[in-house]
């Protein structure tokens, strides 16, 4: 399968707390994306990693990609109630045709005041 | 707010029923995509079109039909759907079929079939 596995599956955080969530995934990639999900809403996008890039920075948020290990992380720094959501990462694979990206099992993120 | 818009927002409908659900972008994306969503799991791919044209049917049964009648709209039609077809349905769309392009998602429709 060339879903990613995300990890940890739900994470519990205090506000003003990091929260790092991790995304492996088993094939060659074009581009790594992540997106979040409020409960009840569609998905937004947060930031979009290519396979030649390490790092990325979008406001609070920092991305790492190691396509040595097939890996990425999230960071969120200083975490605030509002960015309790579910996140998935979404790989967009090397091989095939078209926009087709094949989402994480993602990651269910609670900050608490 | 979303800049995709999706409705009806929730649906129940009768395993014998004809529904349809409708998507709609002004963002001038000439790609637009159906994706399937069960609970505490991520979205599923089901079909893609490009410039009004069906690009990707992964596979999905044809108790699904999706149309593409212009560039902004984009119809899903359910016909003798299963229980287990009871999911949210969300829309999305991207300027184009390219790898670097993000997805702009709906806030889907939630489907209950009795």
């Known amino acids: 399968s060339q879903q990613g596995e995300e990890d940890p599956q739900a994470l519990s955080i205090q506000e003003g707390e990091n929260a790092t969530m991790n995304c492996s995934y088993k094939t060659s990639i074009n581009n790594l994306q992540w997106y979040r999900q409020n409960s009840g809403r569609g998905l937004v996008h947060l930031i979009l990693?290519?396979?030649?890039?390490r790092e990325k920075h979008s406001g609070r948020l920092r991305v790492t990609l190691d396509t040595s290990k097939k890996s990425s992380s999230l960071l969120i720094t200083a975490s605030r109630a509002a960015d309790t959501a579910s996140y998935f990462c979404?790989?967009?694979?090397?091989?095939?045709?078209?926009?087709?990206?094949?989402f994480g099992t993602g990651t269910q993120l609670k900050v608490e005041l | 707010d979303t800049e995709v818009t999706q409705t009806p927002k929730h649906l129940v409908m009768g395993m014998t029923n004809k529904k349809s659900l409708k998507c709609e972008q002004h963002?001038?994306?000439?790609?637009m995509y159906w994706y399937k969503q069960k609970a505490k799991k991520p979205p599923e791919l089901m079909f893609v079109y490009s410039y009004e044209k069906l690009s990707i049917n992964e596979s999905v049964p044809s108790r699904f039909s999706p149309e593409c009648p212009n560039s902004s709209l984009l119809n899903l039609h359910l016909h003798a759907l299963q229980p287990e077809d009871s999911a949210l349905y969300l829309c999305a769309s991207s300027q184009v079929i390219q790898s670097n392009q993000p997805q702009h998602f709906g806030d889907g429709t939630r489907l209950s079939i009795l």
């Open positions: 979404a790989i967009l694979p090397q091989a095939g045709g078209g926009n087709k990206l094949t």
């Open positions: 990693i290519r396979s030649n890039e």
């Open positions: 963002m001038g994306h000439r790609a």
